[in-house]
C-alpha cells in the first residue's frame, strides 16, 4: 500500500507538471506572444473544423459579410499561414484580402511562414503594405 501511496504522489505530480504545461503555454491568450514553443503559437485549427469555416465563408455572397465571417472565425481559432493564405484567397479584391492578412497575423501559429501569403494578392503594393504591417506588429 505505501508503494501504491508513492506512486499515486507520482501521478499527482504529472498531472500538476500538465496541468502547469497546459497553463504556461496558453497563458489564457491561446499560445499567443508565447516564444518557447520553436517559434510557434498555439494549436492552430483542424482541418476537419476549418473545411467547415471555409464552407461558411463561401455560402456568403457579399465580400463584406465573407469577411466579417472570416474574421469572426480567426478570431476564434489559432490558424496557420496555409489557412490564413486558404481564407485570403477566397476573396476577390487585394483591399479585403489585406484587411484579412492583416487581421488573421496575431492569430497565426507558424508566424515566420507568412512570407508565403504574399503570392496571394494582385498587386506589389499589397504585399509591401503586408510586409510594413508585419515588421511593425508589436
Known amino acids: ?11 499527482n505530480d504529472r498531472d500538476d507538471r500538465d496541468r502547469d504545461f497546459d497553463r504556461d503555454r496558453d497563458n489564457g ?4 506572444g508565447n516564444s518557447g514553443n520553436g517559434g510557434t503559437y498555439g494549436r492552430p485549427m483542424s482541418n476537419r473544423d476549418f473545411d467547415k469555416a471555409k464552407e461558411a465563408v463561401r455560402r456568403e455572397v457579399f465580400d463584406n459579410t465573407r469577411l466579417d465571417i472570416a474574421k469572426h472565425i480567426v478570431n476564434q481559432n489559432m490558424m496557420t499561414t496555409m489557412q490564413v493564405k486558404e481564407l485570403v484567397q477566397m476573396f476577390s479584391f487585394d483591399d479585403s484580402k489585406l484587411d ?11 508566424r ?7 503570392d496571394a494578392f ?14 511593425e506588429f508589436r
Do not use: H, P, Q
Request: charged fraction near 40%; aromatic fraction near 20%; proline fraction near 0%.
Open 29 to 32: 491568450n491561446g499560445g499567443w
Open 100 to 110: 484579412l492578412a492583416k487581421y488573421a497575423y496575431r492569430y497565426t501559429t507558424d
Open 1 to 11: 500500500d505505501r508503494k501504491r501511496e508513492g506512486d499515486r504522489g507520482r501521478d
Open 112 to 118: 515566420g511562414s507568412y512570407y508565403l501569403i504574399y
Open 122 to 135: 494582385s498587386f506589389s503594393k499589397s504585399k509591401e503594405e503586408l510586409a510594413r504591417y508585419i515588421r
